[in-house]
Every structure is written in C-alpha cells, then in structure tokens.
Nanobody, 126 residues
Framework: EVQLVESGGGLVQTGGSLRLSCVIA????????IGWFRRGPAGERAAVAC????????YVSETNKDRFTISIDTKKGAAYLQMNRLRPQDTGAYYC???????????????????WGEGIVVTVSS
C-alpha cells in the first residue's frame, strides 16, 4: 500500500504564498503522476495540478495557471505545489494523489488516480 505524506497547509493572508508538499513513502517506479486536487461543494475532487516522472509537461488548471506552479523531485519521490497570490476563494481541503501511469498528467483526472492522501487544509484570510 502506497502512503502519501502531505504537508505545507495552514493559514495565510490574502496575497501570501504556501508550498504544499507530497512525499511518496516506500514506493519505487519508473513512471508515475503526482497530482493535487481540491474538494468541491459536492465532495468531488477537482484537478489543481499534476506532474509526472517521465513526461516533461505538467498540468495546471486554467483557474490557477497564473498563480500556481507544480514541481517534482524524482530522486526523493515528491511533488510540490507552489501557491502564490492566494485568495480567500482558495480556502479548502486539498488532496495529493498518485497515478501509476505517467500519461495521467495530461488530463489530471481524479479517476486516473490510484492512491490518495488524507487531505490538508488551506485557509486564506481576507
């Protein structure tokens, strides 16, 4: 069983920044996708960003493309979501997820994810 260790959430003022970290524990693979998803009003998980080992181009949702950047450390098995110019609307629960397939990065679809973290809360004060 793969364990995803999430960190970096918390409270920040409007305009501030956070960096979310997702570390894959005890996992070895030549290719995979790590993604960050936000819980929606109905409990759905909407894509925020995805990045792959083996495919160069990451995915960032159109809503967040100008403010968020995702990066990967393939040696460590970790992905980082840099969140800049945060707004109160960004407040919510964020989940890290892992897909065995590197091509999952292209759509960053929650249905393609095989493992999920427990979630981490981001709060942006107005």
């Amino acid at each position: 069983e793969v364990q995803l260790v999430e960190s970096g959430g918390g409270l920040v003022q409007t305009g501030g920044s956070l960096r979310l970290s997702c570390v894959i524990a005890e996992y070895r693979s030549d290719s995979y996708t790590i993604g960050w998803f936000r819980r929606g009003p109905a409990g759905e998980r909407a894509a925020v960003a995805c990045i792959a080992k083996g495919i160069e181009q990451p995915y960032v949702s159109e809503t967040n493309k100008d403010r968020f950047t995702i990066s990967i450390d393939t040696k460590k098995g970790a992905a980082y979501l840099q969140m800049n110019r945060l707004r109160p609307q960004d407040t919510g629960a964020y989940y890290c997820a892992l897909s065995h397939w590197a091509k999952s990065v292209q759509r960053c679809d929650s249905y393609a994810m095989n493992y999920w973290g427990e979630g981490i809360v981001v709060t942006v004060s107005s």
